[in-house]
């Protein structure tokens, strides 16, 4: 039951990473799409 539980945490917290990090490139993206408009 234990290793079970932290094995489903352990892919809970992975696809955590995965999202943040897809949505910083998305915003890093934006922001260099933007970027000219701001200057």
């Known amino acids: 039951m234990e290793?079970?539980?932290q094995r489903d945490w352990?892919?809970?917290v992975e696809y955590?990473?995965?999202d943040v990090s897809?949505?910083?490139l998305f915003r890093s993206m934006l922001f260099?799409?933007?970027n000219?408009?701001?200057i």
């Open 3 to 5: 290793q079970c539980l």
């Open 10 to 12: 352990q892919r809970v």
């Open 16 to 18: 955590i990473i995965k």
């Open 22 to 24: 897809f949505l910083c």
């Open 32 to 34: 260099t799409k933007l």
């Open 36 to 38: 000219p408009l701001w």
